[in-house]
């Protein structure tokens, strides 16, 4: 009998610790929430349902509802999560924070945000827009290359509102200098974005990150279009024109330069216009990854030649089963030989089709008159004498330039080796920056000579 006293009294106290211990989370985050709230009075109205958390150190606040000042319209979220390191950031977590100390990971997760397309709320946007670039909505922008007034489009094929998932994570890394950044982004039926990515950099406090010069270490991104979405695009489309999908697709990408650069800005080159090809006639989404030898100085990118960018970020895409190894676009309106065979990492537009064959034959021309391995047929410097790759290793400390097998230049003092890697340091008015070729790389070496 008495054990049983004792049992029944023991699950009641943590009974009661557990109730309790909800009930003091449930007030100090409703007081944040309300806090929060009254500060955005000024802009919005806000309204929301219940608040509920767990012992892991997540809060979920339901049926959220935002009115924007000046607008009859409101955006309605079905819930939103915000994920904690735990519960004793939950119960002391402003305390942490006023210590400057850094959150192990904090996320939010944002689920069906709802915008009506033929809302107030839209309209005064679109009319920002409209004010800013002195244009307005057309028919028949959702069948070209244009971005502009991207609402106006999707009403443009039917759609009346747009629901969206979002989701942001960031959390330390493997290394105490490490921060991880996770962002997924849904548009409900239209397309799925995600980009995972990883700096280093930073340090233990708040103070220190807001002073950091972080450092590139890896990117992972996804682009998904949703194949019902693409399909009934291509639809509206083709029939606008009068003609089947791919004949709609080969006018679009069969366009002349002015119409690419007025578009979106550059003339993309045949292996983005390819991949973006395949892209639209699907199944299959875009991955891009980005893996560099050693971490990448974000500040020193400007120092870099565009062309260098893809091989200093190690960088590679796909879409589907194609694998695109061609990232080169040209920029309109340039007439130097050197600018217009440059090329770079690119932002992918959602466009559609395939290159123009006149485009690549006119580019292929311009690589064969000022390719890399033309240029690196140049005299020698007399100031610097050719040395062999087994030589590096006795020459740290040396100012260098080096050639690789894909004619990219390299040049700065050799600060080190390791696992078949030279590392080169270069000084500028900029600042010092740092670069890795790996051996095998490596076509032609010059030293200089003392």
Known sequence: MRIKTVSIALFLSIALAYVGLKGVIYYKVKRQVDT????ATLFAEIQYGAISSTLGGNVRIDNVSVSPRGTTDFVSIEHINIITPGLNYLLNGSNSMRKGEMPERLGLNIQ???????????NLLEKAESEQTKKQPVVGAVC???HAFITAQFRELGIKELVTDWNLIMERGSEATEIKIDVQVQLRDIEKYSVAMILEGFGNSLSQV????????QLKLSYT???KFIANRLQYCSQREGVDSSEFIDRLYNADDDYFANAIGIIPGPGIREGLKKLAQGPGGLQITANPLTPIDISTLS????????NLFGLSAAVGDMTITDFSFRFPK????????RSSLLGLPSIFGKAAEKDQKLKGERNTKSSPSKRSEKAIDSRYRVVSVKELSALVGKDVKIITTGGMRRSGQIIGMDNQVVSLEKRTRGGTFSTQVLLEQIQKIEVAVD
């Open 225 to 227: 279009p949703d194949p």
């Open 303 to 310: 120092l870099y030649k565009p062309e260098d960018l893809p």
């Open 210 to 217: 807001s002073v950091a010069v972080p450092r590139f270490k």
């Open 112 to 122: 069906g945000a709802l915008v009506r397309l033929e809302g107030s709320l839209v």
């Open 36 to 39: 929060i709230v009254s500060a």
């Open 144 to 146: 070209t290359l244009s």
């Open 334 to 341: 340039d007439t130097s030989k050197e600018s217009q065979s």
